[in-house]
């Protein structure tokens, strides 16, 4: 079965929110850095967002200032809140380790899908 969960995603008119979560096993959860990445129809899957066991965060310049990564510990699961969004932002959503070796060594889950309207 899927290692990694995503959950939250849906249709959302511009401009809108949402919350996407991630569950994960304690031991992809655990590594020192973990992401979001997305990817959209007919693109490579991007990394947009990723956040550290003790909170430091980075995101891509596409959607700084819009969306906020976070996690939880104790429950090993991680969130991404979307604010204004863009129709640009429709994509399929993953989650996974940022390493991209640790990531592949990982295995990808279903992800979910967001889709902005005009």
């Known amino acids: 079965q899927a290692q990694l969960v995503e959950s939250g995603g849906g249709l959302v008119q511009a401009g809108g929110s949402l919350r996407l979560s991630c569950a994960a096993p304690?031991?992809?959860?655990?590594?020192?850095?973990m992401g979001w990445y997305r990817q959209a129809p007919g693109k490579q899957r991007d990394l947009v967002a990723s956040i550290t066991r003790g909170g430091g965060t980075n995101y891509a310049d596409s959607v700084k200032g819009r969306f906020t990564i976070s996690r939880d510990n104790s429950k090993h699961i991680m969130y991404l809140q979307m604010n204004s969004l863009k129709p640009e932002d429709t994509a399929v959503y993953y989650c996974n380790a940022e390493d991209s070796w640790l990531a592949r060594r990982a295995g990808w889950g279903q992800g979910t899908q967001v889709t902005v309207s005009s």
């Open positions: 304690g031991s992809i959860f655990s590594v020192s850095t």
